[in-house]
């Protein structure tokens, strides 16, 4: 039996940094993934690396660069006639996704962490088992076990995967061809961001959600922006509508639905996205003795520890938005912690970013979360459009919105419809790290011509001297 000072049972992004870190901090570490590559060899970087956050990317900037041939070089002087090569365009993301992992491999070397392939399982406390593919059990010991085993697509029970007709993320970042029509159940990020893809590609998409809109984590001012440039981009929704049933028939599906008015609405398309959520894959951990909650994510204290001595989880496997970055951020906190150091993480300071054109970027409170908690505000708001770099670059959509306290100023949220928004939200989140002020934004130089100037104005903007407005 090989004995570490922690091992950690999930290579994703809260694992593989959770063990590099602990690591760095002098730890014998040990990672457990299931996930195998060639030769039988773990295949690191889980969900976010292999079938998610890359490349899904990958495919989101291949897909653009496609739609601006197609749609907007000619207005820069360029002319094309651009022909679409959809197995180039899997070679290239599946590359993209290779180099992310073999990196991982190398870091996993540079640092003496252990790799472990199989299935792993907490015994308790103090004590790890990993089935391997052939059926072999070995067990290890640790000082610390953390649970990294992150989430996967939920299926509904009326609307099983085929992997063809009906599917999951995991296989619509792999379809060998664009399909004509693809209905997306779920208005969330992943269905907008591979509805985006397909579409940009030359699918008729169509998105049904159930609730009254898209993403609803959103400022209600930023969704309803972006819900306006999709469908000007082509997507077709249907919200407040209940998908109930389907049928497959003939190559097609016939999604059968609840509209708005209460009435029947059917809906068919050659393949069906279903992207209605995530689910943590706590399955076995209460015959370890880990407490699971209502939704069945295990519960965890301010310190990440399970209700099994010695025994942490991370991640998508706990509360919170099922994000990489929030994961990766706990992984490092938490292998802190275990060498002695204090948890400073604050979650109300992660980001969230739907990775659409424009992008869309949020953190800290929306208006109606200042409303809720019966907080006064101040709502400074500009758009890209009157913004030179947005103009030069043809990128005139959305907005930044900053949400500041009456008082004091602080800036307690950000929300940006727009081009690089998944970059422009880190400004925010540092200033909101450090306690300051909407003005602390306006009073800080930023360079001309670029994006970045429409958070100054919109800083400006919450204090009423909007320069360019």
Not at 72 to 89: K, N, S, T, Y
Not at 131 to 153: F, N, Q, R, W, Y
Not at 434 to 449: K, L, M, Q, V, Y
Request: glycine residues 12%.
């Amino acid at each position: 039996m090989s004995s570490f000072d922690l091992i950690v049972i999930g290579a994703g992004p809260g694992g593989y940094v959770c063990a590099i870190r602990a690591a760095q901090l002098g730890m014998k570490v040990a990672i457990v993934e299931k996930r195998g590559g060639a030769g039988g060899k773990p295949r690191l970087g889980g969900t976010c690396l292999n079938v998610g956050c890359i490349p899904s990317k990958a495919l989101l900037d291949s897909s653009e660069h496609f739609w601006n041939a197609k749609k907007h070089f000619a207005e820069h002087g360029i002319a094309v006639d651009p022909r679409l090569d959809v197995a180039q365009m899997m070679r290239r993301k599946d590359k993209v996704v290779s180099s992310q992992v073999g990196g991982l491999d190398f870091l996993m070397k540079k640092n003496r962490i252990e790799v472990l392939a199989g299935i792993g399982a907490p015994l308790g406390s103090g004590r790890v088992a990993v089935t391997a593919a052939d059926g072999a059990k070995v067990e290890h010991a640790a000082k610390h076990i953390v649970l990294a085993m992150g989430s996967v697509p939920i299926e509904l029970p009326f609307l099983k995967y085929d992997g063809v007709n009906i599917v999951s993320s995991d296989h619509a970042i792999a379809f060998p061809s664009v399909p004509k029509r693809l209905l997306i159940v779920g208005g969330g990020v992943i269905g907008l961001e591979l509805g985006s893809v397909w579409s940009r590609l030359g699918a008729e998409v169509t998105v049904i959600e159930f609730l009254p809109q898209i993403c609803p984590f959103l400022d209600a001012d930023v969704a309803k922006e972006l819900t306006k440039v999709l469908t000007r981009q082509g997507l077709a929704f249907h919200l407040q509508t209940k998908v109930s049933g389907a049928t497959v028939a003939n190559g097609a599906v016939t999604l059968v639905a609840t509209g708005q008015d209460g009435k029947p609405v059917s809906f068919t398309g050659d393949a069906v996205l279903v992207a209605v959520g995530r689910r943590p894959l706590s399955d076995g951990l209460e015959s370890a003795g880990v407490a699971l909650d209502d939704k069945r994510r295990v519960v965890i204290d301010h310190d990440f520890r399970t209700s099994v001595p010695d025994v942490y989880a991370i991640g998508d496997l706990v509360a919170g938005p099922m994000l990489a970055h929030k994961a990766e951020e706990e992984g490092s906190t938490l292998a802190e912690v275990l060498a002695g150091q204090v948890n400073t993480l604050d979650h109300d300071l992660i980001p969230n970013v739907v990775y659409t054109w424009p992008e869309v970027a949020t953190v800290g409170l929306t208006e109606a979360d200042a409303a809720k908690q019966g907080r006064a505000v101040k709502v400074g708001r500009y758009p890209f459009a009157p913004n030179g770099r947005a103009k030069a670059a043809g990128e005139a959509d959305g907005f930044v919105k900053i949400i500041a306290d009456a008082k004091t100023d602080r800036v307690l949220g950000c929300a940006i419809i727009g081009a690089r928004a998944s970059d422009l939200i880190a400004e925010a989140v540092s200033v909101m790290a450090f306690g300051g002020s909407s003005e602390d934004i306006a009073r800080t130089c930023h360079a001309h011509p670029t994006f970045s100037e429409v958070m100054k104005e919109a800083a400006l903007d919450v204090l009423g001297r909007a320069i360019h407005a």
